[in-house]
């Protein structure tokens, strides 16, 4: 079942292919090796959750993915369909705009990319109605709950229409329950029509849950050490968490990722 990707070319179902990556911070003083190398090939529509050690570099991979950043050294290439804006990403901690009402922060990238506000205003509703906000349109982020910040966010990334969602652990401020409901509901969304999504979790059950292969990542710098396929068919639900296969794929995760855990916090890398 395991088997880490090693480099190859980039065949047509390619969406994106991450070859010899590395990522390097500071200069001769501190220099801190965060990642690499990454050697990485993710097909059209697939919904890929990174699991690793705090610190491991996964969030700096997401951001060099969404060009936010480059690679130090190798190249991360993408096929991409259309012109404009082809990636966009959900961070942790609500980023949304606490100056503007529920509908502009969901508008916020179609403004950025130009789309007249009319268009604009009916893309967001249209995302913010997926998301069950559509009443709350005109609210004030400050009267929302922090799920249904998370939802704005993620309404403000798909209202684009990215042919990449770069989700970095979105849900990990939310309480257990609410991270089942915003999990059934991105596993709805993503079901309709099947967008690229690399989606970065500490949770070993929301990665299985979620996505089609699971990245298991070394400590720092960040390598790959497995790329593990989930069996389970689509479309899921929660009730996938029941069953034995599900428990075994965890504890299986769990052990590939203890030893990186520990030797972190050993102190031997
Ligand atoms: N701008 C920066 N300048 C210097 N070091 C950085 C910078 N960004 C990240 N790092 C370092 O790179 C390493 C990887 O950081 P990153 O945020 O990618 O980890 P992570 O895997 O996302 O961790 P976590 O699970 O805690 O979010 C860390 O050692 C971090 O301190
Ligand atoms: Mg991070």
New binding site residues.
């Given amino acids: 079942m395991q088997s880490v990707d090693t480099e190859r070319s980039a065949t047509e179902t390619d969406k994106i292919v991450a070859t010899g990556v590395h990522?390097v911070?500071?200069g001769t003083g501190?220099r801190?090796h965060?990642?690499g190398p990454v050697d990485l090939a993710i097909s059209d529509g697939e919904f890929v959750c990174i699991v690793?050690?705090?610190?491991?570099?996964?969030?700096?991979?997401?951001?060099m993915v969404a060009g936010l950043?480059g690679p130090s050294d190798g190249t991360i290439e993408f096929t991409t369909h259309r012109s404009g804006q082809s990636t966009s990403m959900v961070f942790?901690e609500y980023s949304i705009f606490p100056w503007k009402r529920v509908i502009d922060n969901a508008r916020y990238g179609l403004d950025v990319a130009g789309v007249s506000k009319k268009e604009g205003n009916r893309r967001a509703m249209e995302y913010l109605g997926k998301l069950g906000l559509a009443e709350r349109a005109k609210s004030w982020p400050d009267t929302l709950s922090g799920g249904m910040k998370q939802r704005v966010a993620i309404a403000r990334a798909l209202a684009v229409e990215p042919e990449i969602l770069l989700m970095?652990?979105p849900f990990a401020a939310l309480d257990a329950q609410m991270r089942q409901i915003l999990q059934e509901e991105l596993l709805e969304l993503w079901q309709a029509d099947r967008r690229t999504v690399l989606f970065?979790t500490?949770s070993l059950d929301e990665a299985i849950l979620l996505g089609d292969r699971v990245l298991v990542?070394s400590s720092?710098p960040?390598r790959i050490i497995a790329d593990i396929r989930v069996p389970f068919e689509r479309p899921r639900s929660n009730t996938i968490r029941t069953s034995h296969e599900f428990t075994e794929l965890t504890s299986e995760l769990w052990e590939l990722l203890r030893v990186e855990v520990d030797d972190e916090s050993a102190g031997t890398v």
Avoid: N, W, Y
């Avoid at 690793?52 to 951001?63: D, I, N, V």
């Fill in positions: 990522r911070f500071g501190e801190v965060a990642l690793g050690p705090s610190g491991c570099g996964k969030s700096t991979f997401l951001r950043i942790q970095d652990e970065i500490h990542m720092r960040g």
